[in-house]
Protein backbone atom coordinates (compact mmCIF):
# COMPACT_ATOMS: atom_id res chain seq x y z
CA UNK A 1 0.00 0.00 0.00
CA UNK A 2 0.85 3.68 -0.48
CA UNK A 3 -0.46 6.57 2.05
CA UNK A 4 -0.65 10.28 0.43
CA UNK A 5 3.26 11.14 1.40
CA UNK A 6 4.48 9.22 -1.90
CA UNK A 7 2.42 10.60 -4.32
CA UNK A 8 4.33 12.48 -5.31
CA UNK A 9 6.48 9.82 -6.06
CA UNK A 10 3.82 9.14 -9.33
CA UNK A 11 4.11 10.81 -12.28
CA UNK A 12 0.89 11.63 -12.55
CA UNK A 13 0.92 14.00 -14.97
CA UNK A 14 2.36 12.16 -17.01
CA UNK A 15 -0.54 9.62 -17.33
CA UNK A 16 -3.90 9.47 -18.28
CA UNK A 17 -7.41 9.10 -17.37
CA UNK A 18 -10.73 9.32 -18.93
CA UNK A 19 -10.44 13.08 -19.33
CA UNK A 20 -7.35 13.78 -20.25
CA UNK A 21 -4.48 14.41 -17.65
CA UNK A 22 -4.37 12.50 -14.73
CA UNK A 23 -2.76 15.47 -12.30
CA UNK A 24 -5.79 15.42 -10.73
CA UNK A 25 -5.63 12.06 -9.09
CA UNK A 26 -3.51 13.10 -6.33
CA UNK A 27 -5.65 15.96 -4.68
CA UNK A 28 -8.52 13.63 -5.08
CA UNK A 29 -6.85 10.74 -3.06
CA UNK A 30 -5.97 13.78 -0.01
CA UNK A 31 -9.62 14.46 -0.19
CA UNK A 32 -10.03 11.06 0.83
CA UNK A 33 -8.83 11.59 4.69
CA UNK A 34 -10.31 14.83 5.12
CA UNK A 35 -12.31 16.05 7.59
CA UNK A 36 -14.70 17.26 4.71
CA UNK A 37 -17.22 14.23 4.09
CA UNK A 38 -18.94 15.73 1.30
CA UNK A 39 -15.21 16.02 -0.61
CA UNK A 40 -14.57 12.43 -0.04
CA UNK A 41 -17.75 11.57 -1.00
CA UNK A 42 -17.50 13.46 -4.11
CA UNK A 43 -13.74 12.43 -4.76
CA UNK A 44 -15.06 8.63 -5.20
CA UNK A 45 -17.86 9.82 -7.48
CA UNK A 46 -15.13 11.61 -9.68
CA UNK A 47 -13.12 8.08 -9.61
CA UNK A 48 -15.71 6.75 -10.84
CA UNK A 49 -15.58 8.90 -13.77
CA UNK A 50 -11.95 9.33 -14.83
CA UNK A 51 -9.99 6.23 -13.54
CA UNK A 52 -13.34 4.08 -14.27
CA UNK A 53 -15.05 5.25 -16.95
CA UNK A 54 -18.29 3.30 -17.72
CA UNK A 55 -16.37 0.22 -17.66
CA UNK A 56 -13.06 1.16 -18.91
CA UNK A 57 -10.06 1.57 -16.90
CA UNK A 58 -6.55 3.51 -17.71
CA UNK A 59 -2.82 4.02 -17.03
CA UNK A 60 -3.74 6.33 -13.94
CA UNK A 61 -5.50 3.52 -12.88
CA UNK A 62 -3.33 0.97 -11.93
CA UNK A 63 -0.84 3.67 -10.00
CA UNK A 64 -3.78 4.63 -7.78
CA UNK A 65 -4.69 1.18 -6.64
CA UNK A 66 -2.60 0.80 -3.53
CA UNK A 67 -2.95 4.80 -2.44
CA UNK A 68 -7.13 3.58 -2.54
CA UNK A 69 -6.38 0.52 -1.15
CA UNK A 70 -4.46 2.68 1.44
CA UNK A 71 -7.33 4.97 2.01
CA UNK A 72 -9.90 2.08 2.42
CA UNK A 73 -8.19 1.10 5.60
CA UNK A 74 -6.95 4.34 6.91
CA UNK A 75 -8.93 7.35 5.54
CA UNK A 76 -12.02 7.94 8.38
CA UNK A 77 -14.83 6.50 6.52
CA UNK A 78 -16.18 5.66 2.83
CA UNK A 79 -14.45 2.06 3.24
CA UNK A 80 -17.15 0.26 1.75
CA UNK A 81 -16.93 2.39 -1.71
CA UNK A 82 -13.78 2.39 -1.84
CA UNK A 83 -13.27 -1.60 -2.07
CA UNK A 84 -16.18 -1.10 -3.98
CA UNK A 85 -13.91 0.43 -6.10
CA UNK A 86 -11.20 -1.39 -6.15
CA UNK A 87 -13.74 -4.38 -6.64
CA UNK A 88 -15.19 -2.85 -10.31
CA UNK A 89 -11.53 -1.70 -11.37
CA UNK A 90 -10.32 -4.87 -11.06
CA UNK A 91 -13.51 -6.48 -12.93
CA UNK A 92 -12.03 -8.60 -15.84
CA UNK A 93 -12.47 -11.68 -18.52
CA UNK A 94 -11.13 -14.38 -16.71
CA UNK A 95 -11.13 -15.73 -19.94
CA UNK A 96 -8.05 -13.39 -21.52
CA UNK A 97 -6.03 -13.89 -18.36
CA UNK A 98 -3.77 -16.14 -20.51
CA UNK A 99 -4.40 -14.34 -23.65
CA UNK A 100 -1.38 -12.22 -25.20
CA UNK A 101 -3.12 -9.12 -25.22
CA UNK A 102 -3.37 -9.56 -21.38
CA UNK A 103 0.59 -9.48 -20.57
CA UNK A 104 1.48 -5.28 -20.44
CA UNK A 105 -2.79 -4.36 -20.59
CA UNK A 106 -4.02 -1.83 -18.01
CA UNK A 107 -6.07 -4.38 -16.67
CA UNK A 108 -2.98 -6.43 -16.28
CA UNK A 109 -1.43 -3.92 -14.00
CA UNK A 110 -4.62 -3.28 -12.22
CA UNK A 111 -5.05 -6.97 -11.39
CA UNK A 112 -1.31 -7.04 -10.03
CA UNK A 113 -1.00 -3.96 -8.06
CA UNK A 114 -4.43 -5.52 -6.09
CA UNK A 115 -3.28 -8.42 -5.55
CA UNK A 116 -0.19 -7.21 -3.93
CA UNK A 117 -2.53 -5.36 -1.59
CA UNK A 118 -5.13 -7.68 -0.67
CA UNK A 119 -3.60 -9.69 2.15
CA UNK A 120 -3.56 -6.28 3.80
CA UNK A 121 -7.26 -6.22 2.53
CA UNK A 122 -8.24 -9.27 3.84
CA UNK A 123 -9.39 -7.95 7.18
CA UNK A 124 -11.82 -5.77 6.60
CA UNK A 125 -13.67 -9.11 5.72
CA UNK A 126 -14.04 -9.04 9.56
CA UNK A 127 -15.08 -5.48 9.77
CA UNK A 128 -18.04 -5.01 12.10
CA UNK A 129 -20.62 -3.05 8.81
CA UNK A 130 -21.98 -5.62 7.50
CA UNK A 131 -21.81 -3.10 3.96
CA UNK A 132 -18.34 -3.69 4.38
CA UNK A 133 -18.52 -7.48 4.54
CA UNK A 134 -20.05 -8.18 1.55
CA UNK A 135 -17.73 -4.60 -0.48
CA UNK A 136 -14.62 -6.67 1.03
CA UNK A 137 -15.94 -10.56 -0.36
CA UNK A 138 -16.10 -8.23 -3.70
CA UNK A 139 -12.92 -7.23 -3.78
CA UNK A 140 -11.60 -10.79 -3.27
CA UNK A 141 -13.96 -12.46 -5.63
CA UNK A 142 -12.60 -9.57 -8.33
CA UNK A 143 -9.21 -11.29 -8.62
CA UNK A 144 -9.84 -14.75 -7.00
CA UNK A 145 -8.73 -16.35 -10.05
CA UNK A 146 -5.31 -14.37 -9.92
CA UNK A 147 -4.17 -15.05 -6.70
CA UNK A 148 -0.98 -16.81 -5.44
CA UNK A 149 -1.28 -19.99 -3.61
CA UNK A 150 -0.70 -17.93 -0.54
CA UNK A 151 -2.79 -14.69 -0.61
CA UNK A 152 -5.17 -18.01 -1.82
CA UNK A 153 -5.42 -20.26 1.67
CA UNK A 154 -5.87 -16.60 4.06
CA UNK A 155 -8.67 -15.92 1.86
CA UNK A 156 -10.33 -18.66 1.45
CA UNK A 157 -9.69 -18.91 5.18
CA UNK A 158 -11.51 -16.19 6.15
CA UNK A 159 -14.08 -16.47 3.43
CA UNK A 160 -15.20 -19.84 4.72
CA UNK A 161 -15.12 -18.29 7.92
CA UNK A 162 -18.02 -16.02 6.59
CA UNK A 163 -19.82 -18.63 5.30
CA UNK A 164 -20.03 -20.52 8.50
CA UNK A 165 -20.80 -17.76 10.68
CA UNK A 166 -21.95 -14.72 9.69
CA UNK A 167 -24.66 -13.13 11.39
CA UNK A 168 -26.21 -11.85 8.21
CA UNK A 169 -27.65 -14.12 5.78
CA UNK A 170 -26.69 -12.21 2.53
CA UNK A 171 -22.95 -12.03 3.76
CA UNK A 172 -23.20 -15.72 3.79
CA UNK A 173 -24.56 -15.93 0.58
CA UNK A 174 -22.14 -13.34 -0.95
CA UNK A 175 -19.72 -15.95 0.70
CA UNK A 176 -20.80 -18.95 -0.85
CA UNK A 177 -20.37 -17.44 -3.83
CA UNK A 178 -17.01 -16.57 -3.37
CA UNK A 179 -16.34 -19.99 -2.28
CA UNK A 180 -17.34 -21.07 -5.59
CA UNK A 181 -15.18 -18.69 -7.51
CA UNK A 182 -12.19 -20.79 -5.64
CA UNK A 183 -13.50 -24.24 -7.45
CA UNK A 184 -15.08 -24.59 -3.48
CA UNK A 185 -18.29 -26.55 -5.06
CA UNK A 186 -20.73 -26.27 -2.71
CA UNK A 187 -24.74 -27.23 -3.69
CA UNK A 188 -26.64 -26.00 0.39
CA UNK A 189 -30.08 -26.19 -1.07
CA UNK A 190 -31.34 -27.31 2.01
CA UNK A 191 -29.69 -24.68 4.82
CA UNK A 192 -31.93 -23.00 7.15
CA UNK A 193 -31.03 -19.88 4.99
CA UNK A 194 -33.25 -18.44 2.37
CA UNK A 195 -30.69 -16.10 0.91
CA UNK A 196 -27.93 -19.32 0.87
CA UNK A 197 -30.38 -21.66 -0.41
CA UNK A 198 -31.04 -18.90 -3.31
CA UNK A 199 -27.46 -18.31 -4.31
CA UNK A 200 -26.89 -22.01 -4.27
CA UNK A 201 -29.60 -22.79 -6.62
CA UNK A 202 -28.60 -20.10 -8.97
CA UNK A 203 -24.66 -21.15 -8.92
CA UNK A 204 -26.25 -24.70 -9.56
CA UNK A 205 -27.91 -23.69 -12.35
CA UNK A 206 -25.38 -21.63 -14.01
CA UNK A 207 -22.76 -24.67 -13.77
CA UNK A 208 -24.61 -26.77 -14.87
CA UNK A 209 -27.20 -24.75 -17.72
CA UNK A 210 -30.19 -25.60 -18.97
CA UNK A 211 -32.75 -27.56 -18.48
CA UNK A 212 -32.22 -26.65 -14.82
CA UNK A 213 -33.06 -29.54 -12.46
CA UNK A 214 -36.60 -29.53 -11.10
CA UNK A 215 -35.54 -29.15 -7.29
CA UNK A 216 -33.17 -25.60 -8.34
CA UNK A 217 -36.53 -24.24 -10.28
CA UNK A 218 -38.33 -25.02 -7.29
CA UNK A 219 -35.71 -22.90 -4.99
CA UNK A 220 -35.23 -20.12 -7.42
CA UNK A 221 -39.07 -19.84 -7.40
CA UNK A 222 -39.34 -20.02 -4.13
CA UNK A 223 -37.05 -18.13 -2.13
CA UNK A 224 -36.44 -15.87 -5.13
CA UNK A 225 -40.19 -14.59 -4.86
CA UNK A 226 -39.71 -11.82 -2.61
CA UNK A 227 -36.12 -10.95 -1.60
CA UNK A 228 -35.05 -8.04 0.50
CA UNK A 229 -34.60 -5.11 -2.20
CA UNK A 230 -31.32 -3.97 0.39
CA UNK A 231 -29.63 -7.38 -0.02
CA UNK A 232 -28.90 -7.77 -3.60
CA UNK A 233 -25.25 -9.55 -4.44
CA UNK A 234 -22.44 -8.45 -5.17
CA UNK A 235 -19.64 -10.55 -5.92
CA UNK A 236 -19.64 -12.02 -9.15
CA UNK A 237 -16.40 -10.34 -10.54
CA UNK A 238 -18.30 -8.21 -12.89
CA UNK A 239 -20.89 -5.40 -12.73
CA UNK A 240 -23.74 -7.22 -13.21
CA UNK A 241 -26.34 -7.63 -9.91
CA UNK A 242 -27.81 -10.87 -8.70
CA UNK A 243 -31.22 -9.55 -10.60
CA UNK A 244 -29.74 -9.59 -14.06
CA UNK A 245 -27.71 -12.54 -13.94
CA UNK A 246 -30.73 -14.45 -12.70
CA UNK A 247 -33.17 -13.09 -15.27
CA UNK A 248 -30.58 -13.82 -18.15
CA UNK A 249 -29.94 -17.36 -16.45
CA UNK A 250 -33.80 -18.03 -16.48
CA UNK A 251 -34.33 -16.65 -20.05
CA UNK A 252 -32.16 -19.37 -21.21
CA UNK A 253 -34.64 -22.14 -20.41
CA UNK A 254 -38.27 -20.60 -21.32
CA UNK A 255 -40.60 -23.23 -19.10
CA UNK A 256 -38.17 -22.95 -16.14
CA UNK A 257 -38.57 -18.73 -16.59
CA UNK A 258 -42.48 -19.36 -16.70
CA UNK A 259 -42.60 -21.38 -13.92
CA UNK A 260 -40.62 -19.06 -11.63
CA UNK A 261 -42.47 -15.94 -13.13
CA UNK A 262 -45.57 -17.34 -12.26
CA UNK A 263 -44.33 -17.78 -8.62
CA UNK A 264 -43.43 -14.53 -8.33
CA UNK A 265 -46.06 -12.97 -9.80
CA UNK A 266 -48.67 -14.74 -7.48
CA UNK A 267 -46.43 -13.79 -4.37
CA UNK A 268 -46.91 -9.92 -5.43
CA UNK A 269 -44.50 -9.51 -7.55
CA UNK A 270 -42.60 -7.70 -5.86
CA UNK A 271 -40.57 -4.55 -8.10
CA UNK A 272 -42.26 -6.16 -11.23
CA UNK A 273 -39.72 -9.09 -10.87
CA UNK A 274 -41.65 -11.23 -12.21
CA UNK A 275 -43.60 -9.48 -14.83
CA UNK A 276 -39.98 -8.40 -15.82
CA UNK A 277 -39.33 -11.89 -16.60
CA UNK A 278 -42.24 -13.19 -18.22
CA UNK A 279 -41.15 -10.50 -20.66
CA UNK A 280 -38.09 -11.23 -20.76
CA UNK A 281 -39.34 -14.83 -22.28
CA UNK A 282 -41.22 -13.43 -24.87
CA UNK A 283 -38.14 -10.95 -25.79
CA UNK A 284 -36.23 -14.28 -26.68
CA UNK A 285 -38.45 -16.74 -27.49
CA UNK A 286 -41.08 -17.20 -30.45
CA UNK A 287 -44.34 -18.44 -29.74
CA UNK A 288 -45.02 -17.61 -25.78
CA UNK A 289 -46.95 -14.62 -26.29
CA UNK A 290 -49.70 -16.12 -25.25
CA UNK A 291 -48.69 -17.69 -21.89
CA UNK A 292 -46.70 -14.64 -21.34
CA UNK A 293 -50.05 -12.15 -21.77
CA UNK A 294 -51.38 -14.42 -19.41
CA UNK A 295 -48.83 -14.27 -16.86
CA UNK A 296 -48.69 -9.96 -17.24
CA UNK A 297 -52.61 -10.48 -17.02
CA UNK A 298 -52.41 -11.68 -13.35
CA UNK A 299 -49.88 -9.23 -12.64
CA UNK A 300 -51.49 -6.47 -13.45
CA UNK A 301 -53.20 -6.29 -10.25
CA UNK A 302 -49.77 -6.14 -8.32
CA UNK A 303 -48.74 -2.90 -10.28
CA UNK A 304 -49.33 0.61 -8.84
CA UNK A 305 -48.12 2.31 -11.27
CA UNK A 306 -48.73 -0.03 -14.73
CA UNK A 307 -48.11 2.06 -16.96
CA UNK A 308 -44.61 0.12 -18.04
CA UNK A 309 -46.75 -3.10 -17.92
CA UNK A 310 -49.30 -2.29 -20.11
CA UNK A 311 -46.72 -0.29 -23.33
CA UNK A 312 -45.47 -4.23 -22.55
CA UNK A 313 -48.72 -5.99 -22.98
CA UNK A 314 -49.59 -3.72 -25.81
CA UNK A 315 -46.24 -5.11 -27.78
CA UNK A 316 -47.35 -8.63 -27.33
CA UNK A 317 -50.89 -8.48 -27.66
CA UNK A 318 -50.79 -7.40 -31.19
CA UNK A 319 -48.85 -10.33 -32.34
CA UNK A 320 -51.39 -12.94 -31.07
CA UNK A 321 -54.43 -13.54 -33.80
CA UNK A 322 -57.34 -13.63 -30.88
CA UNK A 323 -56.37 -12.12 -27.77
CA UNK A 324 -57.85 -13.60 -24.66
CA UNK A 325 -61.56 -11.68 -23.70
CA UNK A 326 -60.48 -11.40 -20.44
CA UNK A 327 -57.45 -9.46 -21.23
CA UNK A 328 -58.98 -7.29 -23.52
CA UNK A 329 -62.11 -6.48 -20.78
CA UNK A 330 -58.94 -5.70 -18.34
CA UNK A 331 -57.59 -3.24 -21.03
CA UNK A 332 -60.81 -1.87 -21.31
CA UNK A 333 -61.37 -1.40 -18.22
CA UNK A 334 -58.16 0.79 -17.91
CA UNK A 335 -58.63 2.29 -20.47
CA UNK A 336 -62.05 3.98 -20.05
CA UNK A 337 -60.50 5.19 -16.31
CA UNK A 338 -58.82 8.26 -16.16
CA UNK A 339 -55.00 9.08 -14.48
CA UNK A 340 -51.90 7.68 -16.85
CA UNK A 341 -52.47 4.41 -17.58
CA UNK A 342 -55.50 5.13 -19.74
CA UNK A 343 -53.38 5.93 -23.06
CA UNK A 344 -51.18 2.84 -22.58
CA UNK A 345 -54.39 0.75 -21.68
CA UNK A 346 -55.83 1.93 -24.84
CA UNK A 347 -53.33 1.53 -27.23
CA UNK A 348 -53.18 -1.91 -26.21
CA UNK A 349 -56.42 -2.26 -26.54
CA UNK A 350 -56.74 -0.78 -30.22
CA UNK A 351 -53.50 -3.57 -30.71
CA UNK A 352 -55.71 -5.56 -29.48
CA UNK A 353 -57.90 -5.17 -32.13
CA UNK A 354 -61.33 -4.71 -29.71
CA UNK A 355 -63.92 -2.38 -31.67
CA UNK A 356 -64.56 -0.72 -28.46
CA UNK A 357 -61.38 0.94 -28.56
CA UNK A 358 -62.36 3.03 -31.53
CA UNK A 359 -64.82 4.48 -29.59
CA UNK A 360 -62.42 5.40 -26.86
CA UNK A 361 -59.74 6.57 -29.09
CA UNK A 362 -62.01 9.18 -30.91
CA UNK A 363 -62.97 10.80 -27.49
CA UNK A 364 -59.34 11.31 -26.45
CA UNK A 365 -57.18 10.98 -30.13
CA UNK A 366 -53.66 11.36 -29.88
CA UNK A 367 -51.13 10.92 -32.50
CA UNK A 368 -50.16 7.32 -31.37
CA UNK A 369 -53.35 5.96 -30.78
CA UNK A 370 -54.76 7.26 -34.28
CA UNK A 371 -51.89 5.52 -36.18
CA UNK A 372 -52.76 2.34 -34.02
CA UNK A 373 -56.30 2.90 -34.23
CA UNK A 374 -56.00 3.67 -38.38
CA UNK A 375 -53.79 -0.01 -39.17
CA UNK A 376 -56.18 -2.02 -37.08
CA UNK A 377 -59.18 -0.61 -37.89
CA UNK A 378 -58.73 0.79 -41.96
CA UNK A 379 -62.25 0.04 -42.28
CA UNK A 380 -63.29 3.10 -39.87
CA UNK A 381 -61.87 5.55 -42.48
CA UNK A 382 -64.81 7.96 -42.49
CA UNK A 383 -64.59 8.21 -38.80
CA UNK A 384 -60.94 8.35 -38.24
CA UNK A 385 -59.99 10.75 -41.06
CA UNK A 386 -61.98 13.45 -39.97
CA UNK A 387 -60.03 13.39 -36.67
CA UNK A 388 -56.75 12.88 -38.15
CA UNK A 389 -57.38 16.04 -40.68
CA UNK A 390 -58.47 17.94 -37.73
CA UNK A 391 -55.58 17.12 -35.30
CA UNK A 392 -53.56 18.13 -38.10
CA UNK A 393 -54.67 21.23 -38.33
CA UNK A 394 -54.37 22.10 -35.14
CA UNK A 395 -50.80 22.04 -36.19
CA UNK A 396 -48.87 18.80 -34.82
CA UNK A 397 -45.24 18.69 -35.02
CA UNK A 398 -42.12 16.48 -34.80
CA UNK A 399 -43.22 12.94 -33.99
CA UNK A 400 -47.05 13.44 -33.83
CA UNK A 401 -47.55 15.25 -37.08
CA UNK A 402 -45.26 12.11 -38.60
CA UNK A 403 -47.32 9.59 -37.00
CA UNK A 404 -50.45 11.38 -38.03
CA UNK A 405 -49.61 11.76 -41.68
CA UNK A 406 -48.71 8.28 -41.83
CA UNK A 407 -51.70 7.15 -40.26
CA UNK A 408 -53.53 8.23 -43.27
CA UNK A 409 -51.50 5.34 -44.77
CA UNK A 410 -53.67 2.65 -44.59
CA UNK A 411 -56.98 4.39 -46.12
CA UNK A 412 -55.79 4.40 -49.68
CA UNK A 413 -57.89 6.86 -51.84
CA UNK A 414 -59.84 8.04 -48.92
CA UNK A 415 -56.76 9.80 -47.46
CA UNK A 416 -57.00 12.73 -50.79
CA UNK A 417 -59.68 13.76 -48.24
CA UNK A 418 -56.58 15.48 -46.00
CA UNK A 419 -55.37 16.73 -48.99
CA UNK A 420 -55.42 20.80 -47.52
CA UNK A 421 -53.93 19.11 -44.40
CA UNK A 422 -51.16 17.89 -46.10
CA UNK A 423 -50.44 21.01 -48.24
CA UNK A 424 -50.14 22.89 -45.38
CA UNK A 425 -47.59 20.39 -43.65
CA UNK A 426 -45.19 20.50 -46.48
CA UNK A 427 -45.61 24.29 -46.37
CA UNK A 428 -44.56 24.80 -42.90
CA UNK A 429 -42.50 22.04 -42.81
CA UNK A 430 -44.00 20.27 -40.21
CA UNK A 431 -43.54 16.57 -40.89
CA UNK A 432 -42.81 17.60 -44.25
CA UNK A 433 -41.05 14.70 -45.50
CA UNK A 434 -43.69 12.12 -45.28
CA UNK A 435 -46.52 14.71 -46.08
CA UNK A 436 -44.45 15.14 -49.37
CA UNK A 437 -44.69 11.17 -50.26
CA UNK A 438 -48.47 10.93 -49.34
CA UNK A 439 -48.73 14.09 -51.88
CA UNK A 440 -46.71 12.19 -54.41
CA UNK A 441 -49.17 8.75 -53.54
CA UNK A 442 -52.76 10.26 -53.55
CA UNK A 443 -52.18 11.21 -56.85
CA UNK A 444 -53.90 14.71 -57.18
CA UNK A 445 -52.18 16.93 -59.64
CA UNK A 446 -52.74 20.70 -58.71
CA UNK A 447 -50.10 23.94 -59.48
CA UNK A 448 -49.98 24.63 -56.03
CA UNK A 449 -48.80 21.20 -54.82
CA UNK A 450 -46.21 21.10 -57.71
CA UNK A 451 -44.85 24.15 -56.46
CA UNK A 452 -44.78 23.33 -53.27
CA UNK A 453 -42.87 20.23 -54.10
CA UNK A 454 -40.56 22.19 -56.45
CA UNK A 455 -39.46 24.49 -53.45
CA UNK A 456 -39.17 21.44 -51.16
CA UNK A 457 -36.78 19.77 -53.61
CA UNK A 458 -34.31 23.47 -53.04
CA UNK A 459 -34.37 22.46 -49.00
CA UNK A 460 -31.13 21.96 -47.23
CA UNK A 461 -32.37 18.71 -45.76
CA UNK A 462 -31.66 15.85 -48.49
CA UNK A 463 -34.12 13.73 -47.29
CA UNK A 464 -36.34 16.25 -47.92
CA UNK A 465 -35.81 17.25 -51.15
CA UNK A 466 -35.56 13.61 -52.39
CA UNK A 467 -38.87 13.07 -51.22
CA UNK A 468 -40.19 16.25 -52.57
CA UNK A 469 -38.29 15.27 -56.34
CA UNK A 470 -39.70 11.37 -56.26
CA UNK A 471 -43.57 12.95 -55.48
CA UNK A 472 -43.13 15.69 -58.01
CA UNK A 473 -42.13 13.15 -60.50
CA UNK A 474 -45.14 10.48 -59.61
CA UNK A 475 -47.50 13.73 -59.91
CA UNK A 476 -46.58 15.28 -62.96
CA UNK A 477 -45.10 12.31 -64.56
CA UNK A 478 -41.76 14.57 -65.24
CA UNK A 479 -38.17 12.88 -64.21
CA UNK A 480 -36.19 16.05 -64.69
CA UNK A 481 -36.48 17.42 -61.23
CA UNK A 482 -36.05 13.87 -59.73
CA UNK A 483 -33.03 13.01 -62.03
CA UNK A 484 -30.79 16.58 -60.86
CA UNK A 485 -32.11 15.85 -57.43
CA UNK A 486 -30.73 12.44 -56.93
CA UNK A 487 -28.14 13.43 -59.31
CA UNK A 488 -26.68 15.59 -56.59
CA UNK A 489 -27.65 13.27 -53.40
CA UNK A 490 -25.88 10.02 -55.02
CA UNK A 491 -22.86 12.07 -55.80
CA UNK A 492 -22.25 13.42 -52.44
CA UNK A 493 -20.70 11.79 -49.79
CA UNK A 494 -23.01 10.41 -46.97
CA UNK A 495 -25.44 7.56 -46.13
CA UNK A 496 -26.97 7.30 -49.58
CA UNK A 497 -28.67 4.41 -49.21
CA UNK A 498 -31.60 6.68 -47.46
CA UNK A 499 -32.38 8.32 -50.93
CA UNK A 500 -32.08 5.29 -52.71
CA UNK A 501 -34.93 3.49 -50.70
CA UNK A 502 -36.99 6.44 -51.72
CA UNK A 503 -36.72 5.62 -55.96
CA UNK A 504 -38.96 3.01 -56.21
CA UNK A 505 -42.14 4.77 -57.46
CA UNK A 506 -39.84 6.32 -60.53
CA UNK A 507 -39.14 2.67 -61.68
CA UNK A 508 -38.02 3.19 -65.29
CA UNK A 509 -37.45 6.73 -65.15
CA UNK A 510 -34.80 6.56 -63.23
CA UNK A 511 -32.92 4.75 -65.47
CA UNK A 512 -30.10 7.88 -66.18
CA UNK A 513 -29.16 7.22 -62.57
CA UNK A 514 -27.87 3.56 -62.96
CA UNK A 515 -24.23 4.76 -63.58
CA UNK A 516 -24.41 6.08 -60.10
CA UNK A 517 -26.28 3.51 -58.89
CA UNK A 518 -24.53 -0.04 -60.28
CA UNK A 519 -20.62 1.01 -58.51
CA UNK A 520 -22.74 1.09 -55.38
CA UNK A 521 -23.48 -2.53 -55.86
CA UNK A 522 -20.35 -3.20 -54.54
CA UNK A 523 -20.32 -0.25 -51.85
CA UNK A 524 -18.55 -1.28 -48.54
CA UNK A 525 -21.49 -0.64 -46.69
CA UNK A 526 -23.83 -3.45 -45.75
CA UNK A 527 -26.77 -0.84 -46.46
CA UNK A 528 -25.91 1.00 -49.47
CA UNK A 529 -25.12 -2.54 -50.91
CA UNK A 530 -28.59 -3.32 -50.37
CA UNK A 531 -30.51 -0.27 -51.32
CA UNK A 532 -28.21 0.07 -54.48
CA UNK A 533 -29.69 -3.71 -55.18
CA UNK A 534 -32.76 -3.12 -54.61
CA UNK A 535 -32.82 0.27 -56.28
CA UNK A 536 -31.33 -1.61 -59.29
CA UNK A 537 -34.07 -4.41 -60.05
CA UNK A 538 -36.86 -1.07 -59.33
CA UNK A 539 -35.19 0.78 -62.30
CA UNK A 540 -33.98 -2.29 -64.86
CA UNK A 541 -36.99 -4.50 -63.93
CA UNK A 542 -34.33 -7.74 -63.68
CA UNK A 543 -33.39 -9.05 -60.41
CA UNK A 544 -29.81 -10.93 -62.55
CA UNK A 545 -27.90 -7.89 -60.86
CA UNK A 546 -29.81 -7.61 -57.72
CA UNK A 547 -30.77 -11.34 -56.03
CA UNK A 548 -26.49 -12.30 -56.13
CA UNK A 549 -25.46 -8.88 -53.81
CA UNK A 550 -29.15 -8.83 -51.91
CA UNK A 551 -28.48 -13.32 -51.11
CA UNK A 552 -25.16 -12.39 -49.68
CA UNK A 553 -26.69 -9.60 -47.49
CA UNK A 554 -29.96 -11.66 -46.35
CA UNK A 555 -29.99 -13.01 -42.92
CA UNK A 556 -31.17 -12.25 -39.06
CA UNK A 557 -29.70 -8.92 -38.86
CA UNK A 558 -31.55 -5.66 -39.68
CA UNK A 559 -30.19 -5.14 -43.15
CA UNK A 560 -30.18 -9.28 -43.73
CA UNK A 561 -34.18 -8.51 -42.90
CA UNK A 562 -34.06 -5.87 -45.71
CA UNK A 563 -32.57 -7.73 -47.97
CA UNK A 564 -34.83 -10.90 -47.63
CA UNK A 565 -37.95 -8.06 -48.32
CA UNK A 566 -36.22 -7.52 -51.52
CA UNK A 567 -35.55 -10.39 -52.46
CA UNK A 568 -39.12 -11.92 -51.96
CA UNK A 569 -40.34 -8.41 -54.20
CA UNK A 570 -37.48 -10.07 -57.09
CA UNK A 571 -39.64 -13.44 -57.51
CA UNK A 572 -36.83 -15.19 -56.83
CA UNK A 573 -34.89 -17.25 -54.36
CA UNK A 574 -31.77 -19.26 -54.61
CA UNK A 575 -31.48 -22.69 -53.69
CA UNK A 576 -28.24 -21.60 -51.95
CA UNK A 577 -30.11 -19.50 -49.57
CA UNK A 578 -32.91 -22.65 -48.71
CA UNK A 579 -31.17 -24.45 -45.75
CA UNK A 580 -30.63 -20.49 -44.04
CA UNK A 581 -34.39 -19.74 -44.35
CA UNK A 582 -35.53 -23.20 -43.28
CA UNK A 583 -33.38 -22.46 -39.77
CA UNK A 584 -34.90 -19.01 -39.40
CA UNK A 585 -38.46 -20.26 -39.62
CA UNK A 586 -37.67 -23.75 -37.37
CA UNK A 587 -35.76 -21.83 -34.54
CA UNK A 588 -37.58 -22.07 -31.59
CA UNK A 589 -35.49 -18.88 -30.38
CA UNK A 590 -35.69 -14.92 -31.81
CA UNK A 591 -33.26 -14.65 -33.67
CA UNK A 592 -33.27 -10.97 -34.30
CA UNK A 593 -34.04 -9.06 -31.37
CA UNK A 594 -36.28 -6.34 -30.26
CA UNK A 595 -38.06 -4.85 -27.21
CA UNK A 596 -41.28 -3.41 -26.35
CA UNK A 597 -39.49 -0.26 -26.06
CA UNK A 598 -39.24 0.23 -29.73
CA UNK A 599 -43.16 0.02 -30.07
CA UNK A 600 -42.45 -1.33 -33.63
CA UNK A 601 -43.42 -4.45 -35.07
CA UNK A 602 -41.19 -7.33 -33.70
CA UNK A 603 -38.79 -8.12 -36.55
CA UNK A 604 -38.21 -11.78 -35.85
CA UNK A 605 -41.50 -12.21 -36.90
CA UNK A 606 -40.71 -10.59 -40.41
CA UNK A 607 -38.04 -12.95 -40.68
CA UNK A 608 -40.02 -16.12 -40.48
CA UNK A 609 -42.79 -14.67 -42.74
CA UNK A 610 -39.90 -13.27 -45.64
CA UNK A 611 -38.58 -16.99 -45.25
CA UNK A 612 -41.67 -18.78 -45.46
CA UNK A 613 -42.41 -16.54 -48.88
CA UNK A 614 -39.10 -16.84 -50.15
CA UNK A 615 -39.19 -20.88 -49.33
CA UNK A 616 -42.86 -20.99 -51.35
CA UNK A 617 -41.30 -19.64 -54.72
CA UNK A 618 -39.28 -22.52 -55.45
Sequence with gaps: MRSPAELDDVRWSELTHAYGSAE????????????????????????????????????ASAPAVPFLAHAALHAPGNREDLLMLLAVLADHDTAAVGSPRWSGSDIAALCAELRAVLPELLPCLGDPGRGVRRAALRTVASVADLLPEETRALAVERVEALYAGDPVPAVRADALIVLNLFGRVLEPLDSPLAEVRLAAAQLAAER???????????VLAEDGADPDPGEDAFPWPDTSTREERLTGLLTREPDAALTVAARWIAAGDTGSRGSWLAGGVAERWRDREREVLDLLLAALPH??????????????????????????????????ADGETAEPALLALVRSRDPRALDLVLDRPGARLLAAAARHFPEAADRLIPVIRRELAAGSTGNDGIALVQALTPFGTAARAAQPELIDCLGTRRAAIVAARRLGANGVHTPEITDLLLDATR????????????????????????????????????????????????????????????????????????????????????????????????????????????????????RDLHPALHTYIASPERLITDTPLSGQDHPDDELRTLSRLLLALG
Excluded: C
Aim: no cysteine.
Design 208 to 218: NGPPYAPELVT
Design 24 to 59: DVPELIRALYGDDEEAASEAIHEFHGNIYHQGTIYE
Design 303 to 336: QGKPASLLRTIGYWVERLPEPDAALRDALHERAG
Design 459 to 574: SSDPSLRASAAVAHHRLTGDPDTALRTYETLLSSKGQTHWYLSGLEPMGPAAAPLLPLIEPLLEAGYDWTRAAAAEAHHWITGSPDRAVPVLAALAGPTPVGLSALRALVATGRSP
